[in-house]
């Protein structure tokens, strides 16, 4: 067979991740080159700025002002949208799919919120969407999801896809830092931006599970029906009691199939030490995928910064080029735009073990009017834990933390009961109340 | 565009994996018919015995013991290898290639030591062969080398894929069982064979190694030319010094990129407890792979047994089914009987930190005999650990234990020396050698 022609491709934003595709495309030609016989041509960047450009090392002649122009090439065959944000990405990838280019793009918040319109449009035009690097930087999770694992129906997927918010936990358990101190930390040493909003608030973990429940479940879910809670309001205390009970506290993207459906959200979470998620520390990410016949798999590495993300990209420059993404986009069938949309979310449907603290005042009477409303609920205490640590977090030393462990209970109930208690007179206005995640049942042990 | 015709496959070798396969491929038809376009259909399973397929409720009427049949089915497409060992095996999938049917197997052994010269005749054929199966069960790292990592060059990889050993030496470290302790216990528990050989030797790692640094480096190793140390001369001392000194000890499957060249090797080695290979415990499985853009990911899972093996065998039976393999064998470049093959394997010229502990008898200069043989090589020491075990393996109690911990030195002068110090009239005559593997160096950090 003659060796093909080169596949022209074009960079649309040439911030960090832009910067790092460009310089694989560029400086890394000869070693893509070794390993599919496609060659890669990178033949515009458009972007305003060239300065970060520049910087990298990267020739000047590539960089096109006007889309317009690189739109009209009839010969470019992929753009990689790396500009982010919502409309500006949509406008640039619905202007490629309509001149018939494959898209390549990293951007986790418009797959999210506008995902299905877009596969549907790419495929009435016959091209191709690549999105590897919107999941987990680095890590190839969405291949495992559609492709490595497809024998599996999947069962449940926890995953820790912020490496802010995990490099900020990290901190606050290993060196004791409270939340503030630690995210200071890290906006100096770049791991948080100055506004963390989108990664603390967990909108950013939400936004890629939303993606990964649809390649795993073969079910989309309206990215407004997850319940996302961010790491904001995780104080001190709980990150020590949770390790004095062998638990880690972790922001966990979770989607899971219950009785009552798929479920999807966000939230800090308990997890044993045991779990191999525990493991995964300061800026790292991994995604626990649990199958009917492969039981529990774990993907891990960088999930974000430039070089991670730009090699999650090129990975699917590279299929695209090759000819294989776009026969996979074809016939897999949970794939983005094809999977039916679930109505609702039935989180608070879902049964799990709780971390109570409360905060109580030390008077007579004080545990027993919180224990008398959690069996109200019907709802079963595993144990109790009250130390001597006096509340150093409020003012009053007369407020001593319990802490509540409760057995498998529904989700409505201990919520509901978690507001009686903040409403008592014994105790303080707002008890913490966090999610364990246990190990997800393996599959019976098979030889 | 209509719906294709179903896809005939054929399952040859119905053991543990084959009859794990055949429930997914009849079982869970429903399930891969929703993932993917184009439906499968188990025509034939070739195998003497029925014994194990009647227990898992297979239907008989699949069975047929005539391979040459099988193989004249013009409407066949796929033949699944899961007979085993060498001989049979390569005859079985040659003459599925030259009958013109692709072919997917989980055969590590074969593939290692005669997988070019398959893959090779495949491509003549204009077949495939999916091997996603035969380097670590269900977790798909095949596909993360070839495909999903497709942009780096592949540095490194540390990889635990026996799960015998890893279950065993996990028992020693956690329970303090001897090695035949632990063993016999696996043998009990069914993690191990009756005759343990191929994987408590390291062959079986060894097998596994080779393929993937055929995928992750673009050059084919001869098999023979790699060294393979087993796990059975580890003594509980040495787990124990690994534990005091903040290490475990895993058998290791070793490929990196030397200044010498590609090197590849199976051996027990010290890992530290912050690497998160040190998590992986039990039966569990995993691969480490260090690239230039993406640093550090690790694929975790369960690397043996039926149903997770059988994964990754239909993985590869749907993406040929649905022409997205063969599409990949044909356009990616490292791929097996693609890549030159290496003529040495310089382990020998590597350089690593060593812990060696050596059986001392009590008397005035045992040590700085030692120490100045080590000396002599220009080796360099970091630390000595005596203490006062007394040694409890021998019956001489006049032996201590003395271990050193070298700095990074050359192989070579780290086994001469080692040589010389056994031949000491004050020490034991074995002393064990055992090397620490540091975390790869990431990637200079960016954003």
Redesign the interface.
């Known amino acids: 067979m003659s060796k093909p022609k080169s596949v022209p491709v074009a960079i649309v934003g040439c911030g960090?991740v832009g910067t790092?595709t460009a310089q694989?495309l560029t400086r890394?030609r000869e070693?893509?080159a070794?390993?599919?016989?496609?060659p890669l041509e990178l033949r515009y960047i458009v972007s305003k700025t060239y300065s970060s450009a520049k910087a990298a090392g990267l020739d000047e002649a590539l960089f096109e002002p006007d889309l317009g122009k690189v739109m009209a090439d009839s010969e470019l065959q992929i753009v990689i949208e790396l500009v982010g944000g919502i409309e500006t990405a949509r406008s640039v990838i619905e202007q490629a799919i309509d001149a018939g280019k494959h898209v390549v793009t990293a951007n986790k918040a418009l797959l999210a919120m506008h995902g299905a319109e877009l596969f549907e449009r790419a495929r009435s035009a016959g091209v191709s969407i690549g999105f590897?690097a919107s999941c987990a930087g680095?890590?190839?999770i969405v291949?495992?999801l559609?492709?490595?694992?497809?024998?599996?129906?999947i069962d449940a997927i926890y995953a820790i896809v912020n490496g802010t918010c995990n490099y900020i936990l990290s901190q606050m358990t290993n060196e004791r830092k409270s939340y503030l101190q630690a995210l200071e930390e890290a906006q100096a040493d770049?791991l948080a931006e100055a506004d963390p909003t989108l990664d603390v608030s967990g909108l950013d973990s939400a936004h890629k599970i939303a993606i990964m429940t649809s390649l795993a479940f073969?079910q989309a879910i309206p990215f407004e029906l997850i319940p996302v809670d961010g790491i904001e309001a995780i104080e001190l205390a709980d990150v020590k009691f949770a390790e004095k009970l062998g638990y880690l506290i972790k922001l966990l993207a979770i989607a899971e199939r219950q009785s009552s459906g798929i479920t999807v959200r966000v939230r800090p979470a308990f997890i044993s030490r045991n779990h191999?998620l525990a493991?995964?520390s300061g800026p790292f990410n991994a995604v626990s995928v649990y199958?009917h016949?492969?039981?529990?798999?774990?993907?891990?590495?960088?999930g974000a910064?430039?070089?991670?993300t730009?090699?999650?990209v090129?990975?699917d420059v590279?299929?695209i080029a090759?000819?294989?993404l776009p026969?996979?986009f074809?016939?897999?069938?949970?794939m983005l735009g094809k999977n039916p949309v679930a109505e609702d979310n039935p989180v608070a449907d879902t049964a799990h073990r709780y971390y109570i603290r409360v905060m109580v005042r030390d008077s007579p009477g004080a545990l027993s009017s919180m224990t008398s409303i959690l069996e109200h609920y019907g709802i079963s205490i595993a144990s109790v834990l009250q130390d001597e640590v006096a509340d150093t977090n409020g003012g009053e030393s007369t407020y001593v933390p319990v802490v509540i462990i409760l057995h498998t209970t529904g989700e409505r109930a201990v919520l509901d009961a978690a507001s009686e208690i903040n409403a008592l007179p014994t105790t303080g206005d707002r008890c913490s109340v966090i999610t364990i995640v246990d190990e997800y049942p393996e599959?019976a042990?098979?030889?």
Not at 330 to 334: L, P, Q, R, S, V
């Open positions: 960090v790092a694989i890394d070693l893509l070794a390993k599919t016989r496609t590897e680095g890590i190839p291949r495992a559609y492709d490595g694992l497809v024998a599996n129906r770049g073969g191999p493991w995964v199958g016949v492969t039981g529990h798999t774990m993907y891990y590495g960088r910064g430039g070089p991670p730009a090699s999650a090129t990975a590279v299929s090759s000819g294989v026969r996979t074809e016939e897999f069938g949970y599959p042990a098979e030889d």
